[in-house]
């Protein structure tokens, strides 16, 4: 199956205790799509760059396979920005500039090619024009969707009509928190399940991701890191492990669903490893699997007997 | 096997956005006796009350099986009590009040009838009265033990050596991260357990708990609660449940312990259920083994194939 991905390639300066850097490969349709490509030939981008976009980036992307045709190149305009710098914690992260240039007008366009895409991967965009993106694909298997705090709180009424559009939402447990306004996340998976996502992931951090889907709760653990040195683009290459694993599932059923939430985590541990993008682009597919053993080994315990001695 | 738990029972004062409450019965010692009853008969339990502790509390105790022969009741002092209210979310709480009365005098004396014991539980004490138990049992198979940032402030040295003599160290994340003085939870655990404990468990709360143990890391999910009543003493139901478990494994080894964090965790969801520990002295084994099997539900997910397009 194919995997469309909008959202946004970014020139990202990055500060992390180690290391810092500007103008990296960033934005969240570079990181879906380049984690999705491991799954599947068929990966689709719609972005926006400015004039100032490097084209060896240009051609890092075209070789990684990835379909570009939907990447506009705006010659008036610059390249999204976004700097942040991170805490010695790397959990936390000031945002320190955020320059939108080309976004601001960016009214993203679906070519005619990518319109039978099964799965649509809706990046943390403008509610308003995630919804363009999805008036604009004939009849995808599956809507995912990001979002963040900003539109939470500046567009909650398009936020509302995005959500009813898509079959499942993606955010982080803070984000889960404030948009259901409810501290306790199982209450407020329910809350934000009934704004419309029929599957809810909320990922964790270092604490893992849970999958809500029907009645049924997954939890999935974190790979655990010891190095981790830049956690940019995480969240979307999580998401881009996550649709890819579907896009080649013979079902999008509730098992498939588990295991996509764990292709998404070892993405998303493999990310996290080097400086922006870098590990995803020399990443070999037996690394994936083997790290997918390795989530199976941290999680599985064995057949409990029932206690011997339990008193009655 | 038999289990030997040295802590407080105490008198709580407890608030929390649904109810408050005072003289409710509490103390490491009687969350961690009261939970391990449930695996074997041969629970024991050291700690001192006061003249004030109410005869129906001791009722209680005497009729819920653990053995009581190293309850102090001392003539001269009140019973140790604490008092605290929980915020909104129920992760976070304020201690109110610890008046230490009998508690500032005591020291432990294990009776020769539980020197044979198998499994010791180091509730949070002053690490030098944890040595001071450890000094009277025999040839424990396993030393659990708790400890909480007053000790790793306060007393550090002590701390240290009480790390080198046992076995299990038990404790949140939040601990885990000040004692190691390294944000990094995987890097906390090797520091810690460069300390002494061959053995680390870190407990998260509504995110689960980690195990380490030779080269093994085991995540355990947390059973996801909607209603939580009362945090109070959800800790030391753990080690109650983890040490409970053990006593009647036929060997304590890595397998073993990947079921006692899912026998700790499973008694400590039951904890937060109602106020105080109510939730376990009206506790049913099959609720027990239900609760397991949810657990297993909770976190396996399906044999996954090779994701059959995965790019090479």
Redesign the interface.
Same mark, same amino acid.
């Given at each position: 199956m194919s995997v469309l991905a909008v959202g946004t390639v970014a020139l990202d300066s990055i500060e992390t205790p180690f290391k810092k850097e500007d103008d990296v490969l960033g934005g969240s349709a570079m990181y879906i799509t380049t984690a999705a +490509?491991?799954?599947? !030939?068929h990966v689709r981008l719609v972005a926006v760059v400015g004039n100032d976009f490097p084209p060896a980036y240009l051609d890092l992307l075209r070789k990684s #396979?990835v379909n570009l045709e939907g990447l506009e190149v705006d010659p008036e305009g610059k390249t999204f920005a976004w700097s942040g710098r991170y805490h010695?914690? /790397?959990?936390d992260r000031d945002t320190l500039a955020t320059h939108l240039n080309v976004l601001e007008t960016f009214d993203p366009v679906v070519p005619a090619s990518y319109r039978d895409s099964r799965i649509v991967c809706l990046g943390n965009l403008a509610p308003k024009t995630q919804q363009s993106v999805l008036a604009q694909v004939d009849d995808p298997a599956l809507v995912v969707c990001d979002t963040m705090n900003f539109w939470i709180e500046h567009t909650p009424e398009d936020l509302q009509e995005t959500l009813r559009l898509v079959d499942c939402l993606i955010i982080n447990d803070a984000e889960a928190r404030e948009l259901a306004n409810e !501290?306790? /996340?199982? +209450?407020a998976a +329910?809350t934000i399940r009934g704004m419309g996502p029929r599957i809810l992931v909320i990922k964790?951090g270092?604490? #893992?991701a /849970?999958l809500f889907v029907d009645d049924? =709760?997954? *939890?999935?653990?974190?790979y !655990?890191?010891?190095d =981790?040195q830049d956690p940019t683009g995480a969240g979307d290459t999580f998401m881009g492990g996550f649709a890819?694993?579907l896009?080649?599932a013979e079902f999008i059923d509730t098992?498939a669903l588990?295991?996509a939430v =764990?292709?998404g985590s070892a993405m998303a541990s493999f990310c996290v490893e080097d400086f922006g993008p870098t590990r995803l682009f020399n990443l070999g597919?037996s690394e =994936?699997?083997r790290r997918?053993h390795e989530f199976?080994?941290? *999680?599985?315990?064995?057949f409990?007997m029932?206690?011997?001695?339990?008193? *009655?």
């Open positions: +490509r491991f799954f599947t !030939p #396979g010695y914690n /790397l959990n !501290p306790n /996340l199982v +209450r +329910r964790k270092e604490h #893992g /849970l049924v =709760i997954f *939890s999935a653990p974190a !655990p890191l010891e =981790i890819g694993y896009a080649q098992e588990k295991n =764990i292709y597919v =994936i699997t997918m199976r080994q941290l *999680s599985a315990f064995p409990m029932e206690p011997k001695e339990l008193a *009655s």
